[in-house]
């Protein structure tokens, strides 16, 4: 009876990560259409954003149906919620990534400031290295890890409060940047929150180490500092 | 799927009163069917109609049809002991005749009119094997079957089942009486033979019914409720009465 629960467990835990290799590489491409002006590359994005919401509903899904039927406790409970809670997690970044995408479609040529444009390409490397390192935690049970990944999130947090008040200056020296920047400041609150959902995965991965549901990072929204 | 046996408004009366009022059920081919319900609700009535065994009670009348292979089992042409040789059982107590092992696995194959000894032996060690339990008794398999554990009992009475190489077996809560590490390797077990054997379980135990089979029927009063997949019953219930009594409130 193990050896059914711990295989199909196995196998949820594998597309779990296999959703989170998808939603990274999500990430990339929507800020990269968004830097680059490449829509068809965002359009891309949108599109395959319907694969990550199938693969979530498939993944919860199955999650259910281990509930109902084998009706795990303790430590092979709290297996199965982590796959539950995190996956929407991921699925939340991935619409966060179609946020971003949708944001390069709407740019028309607008005044660029490069200097804002490499912030926000260093917050997208940042995210997807955090993501990346939630993942390993999740898979290793890295409690350690996770905790450190938490941490790495305030980090995303200043860097949007960085460009957000860079970006509020220009707009103040230079009205013509003003549409241009206003996109600037969506992209730059899709990254901040897509590194709240990660650290939100990196709190389900101490739960399911722990057993404590712990908030790592309390109040690290910038807008409250 | 092919259906081994198929019920079709089956009645079951004591004397003038109906215990079981037209059931109809199928026993998919290599499936296993979970017959749940509160005692009395009808589940062991039903599966004792499957082999014939509700026969010898008295005053007892079955209307309906009840097929197996498409042959009526209540049909004057059918030989009992055939029958029973087909749709195997296995009971809540461990009931090992008492002498050896082998020939309680053996007792089958030799009530059958099977000499070959070559065969009997070689029959004996594949059923012990699938009843997973041959580990355990390889060395003993002279020895009185009473003087084995509860759990290792229960097994051999499967073995001894499996040795006919019936069509359909009949569990009436085959764990019921064993302890929680015995009771998973029987449903090990059941797991591990279903692509050979066709099962119908009846048991109280709503995990092992969740956890094994790919049907269930709940019965209550004397009434299939509902019959579904595994899956759907146990996350989706159509009827009200089976998701009050899923989630325990009566019975």
């Known amino acids: ?225 | 799927m092919a259906n081994v046996m198929t019920a079709r408004n089956l009645r079951l009366y004591y004397g003038k009163h109906e215990a079981l009022h037209g059931i109809d059920l199928d026993f998919p081919k290599q499936k296993i069917t979970a017959l749940i319900g509160p005692s009395g609700s009808g589940k062991s009535t039903f599966l004792r109609c499957m082999n014939r065994m509700n026969d010898l009670v008295a005053g007892v009348t079955i209307t309906g049809s009840l097929k197996l292979d498409n042959k009526d089992i209540y049909s004057p042409k059918t030989d009992v002991v055939d029958l029973r040789k087909r749709v195997g059982m296995v009971f809540q107590q461990p009931n090992p005749f008492p002498f050896s092992v082998f020939d309680n696995v053996a007792f089958g194959l030799r009530l059958a009119g099977i000499k070959d000894r070559a065969l009997i032996q070689e029959r004996v060690e594949t059923s012990l094997k699938q009843a997973a339990v041959w580990d355990e008794v390889k060395d003993k398999l002279n020895e009185n079957a009473l003087a084995f554990s509860g759990g290792q009992q229960q097994r051999i009475c499967i073995a001894r089942v499996l040795a006919v190489q019936p069509e359909i077996i009949l569990m009436d809560e085959p764990t019921s009486a064993l302890d929680p590490v015995s009771a998973g390797k029987i449903e090990d077990l059941l797991l591990s033979i279903q692509d050979k054997f066709t099962i119908a379980i009846v048991t109280h135990n709503m995990q092992q019914a969740s956890r094994i089979s790919d049907q269930t029927a709940f019965f209550l009063d004397g009434k299939l409720v509902e019959v579904g997949s595994t899956k759907q019953l146990f996350m989706a219930p159509q009827k009200e009465e089976t998701s009050d009594y899923l989630n325990g409130k009566f019975g």
């Open chain 1, 1 to 225: 009876m193990r050896g059914i629960f711990e295989d199909e467990l196995k196998r949820l835990h594998g597309k779990f990560t296999e959703m989170g290799i998808n939603v990274s590489e999500a990430i990339y491409r929507a800020s990269k259409s968004f830097i680059d002006h490449d829509k068809a590359l965002a359009q891309q994005v949108i599109e395959h954003d319907e694969e990550i919401n199938e693969e979530e509903i498939k993944l919860e899904d199955e999650a259910l149906m281990l509930i109902a039927l084998q009706q795990p406790v303790a430590a092979d409970f709290r297996q199965i919620i982590i796959v539950l809670k995190a996956s929407s997690d991921l699925e939340r970044i991935g619409d966060h990534a179609v946020g971003i995408a949708r944001e390069s479609i709407e740019l028309k040529g607008e005044q660029r400031v490069p200097e804002i444009e490499d912030d926000i390409g260093e917050m997208t490397n940042n995210v997807r290295s955090m993501l990346e390192e939630v993942l390993d935690a999740y898979v290793k049970e890295d409690e350690v890890g996770a905790k450190q990944i938490a941490i790495a999130n305030q980090q995303i947090d200043k860097a949007y409060a960085n460009v957000r008040e860079k970006t509020i200056e220009m707009m103040k020296q230079d009205s013509k940047v003003i549409t241009g920047s206003a996109s600037y400041l969506m992209v730059a609150s899709y990254l901040e929150r897509i590194g709240d959902h990660i650290s939100n995965i990196a709190e389900w991965v101490v739960y399911n180490k722990t057993g404590h549901l712990a908030e790592l990072t309390p109040d690290h929204h910038p807008e409250e500092n």
